[in-house]
């Protein structure tokens, strides 16, 4: 991954803002619902969307709510990244685990290190740092009403949200290959 990231760098890089960004404050949030599918929100702009079908397998077997609450945060990164330089921002979620793996930067599952390392590529060409910080679900109204694709409600959270989704990434360009 690095010898990649040296072959496309500018050698240009910034210092980061000295304040860390909370995600509320940045207007910033995802979920996942583990049957359904995955929602986010930024500044306005939004996706949801329900699970591929090429990530099937991954979601039939015992797959943990970390992969699920991680797949929307790196789905983020993927859209907005680019808008994140040279910002600490602080992923909210609702998840203890997807927590403590943002906050390690590892996990000992394959498919969740996948998204890690995407993650992990998006902040390093778009030049920002990551952790996350546990929130109660109560509390992330917007994204859990997208990834339940209950609209009456993000409408009534986010009346200012444009009119149309974002389409979503393929699979294939959320998780490292």
């Not at 995407?118 to 996350?132: D, G």
């Amino acid at each position: 991954m690095w010898y990649i990231f040296l072959k496309q760098w500018n050698c240009v890089s910034f210092f980061y803002d000295t304040f860390t960004t909370n995600a509320a404050d940045f207007e910033l949030y995802t979920d996942a619902a583990s049957t359904l599918g995955f929602g986010g929100y930024f500044k306005g702009h939004w996706f949801c969307s329900s699970w591929p079908p090429e990530l099937q397998n991954i979601l039939d077997s015992d797959m943990s709510m970390a992969f699920r609450e991680l797949y929307p945060i790196a789905v983020a990164a993927v859209l907005w990244g680019k808008h994140w330089t040279r910002k600490r921002i602080v992923f909210h979620c609702d998840n203890e685990s997807t927590v403590n793996i943002i906050n390690k930067g590892r996990s000992k599952v394959q498919d969740i290190m996948k998204l890690m390392r995407k993650l992990t590529w998006l902040a390093a060409i778009n030049n920002f740092t990551f952790s996350s910080k546990h929130i109660p679900g109560v509390k992330n109204v917007i994204a859990d009403s997208l990834s339940r694709f209950d609209f009456q409600t993000f409408r009534k959270e986010a009346p200012e949200a444009d009119a149309q989704a974002m389409i979503c990434p393929h699979f294939s360009l959320v998780m490292w290959n």
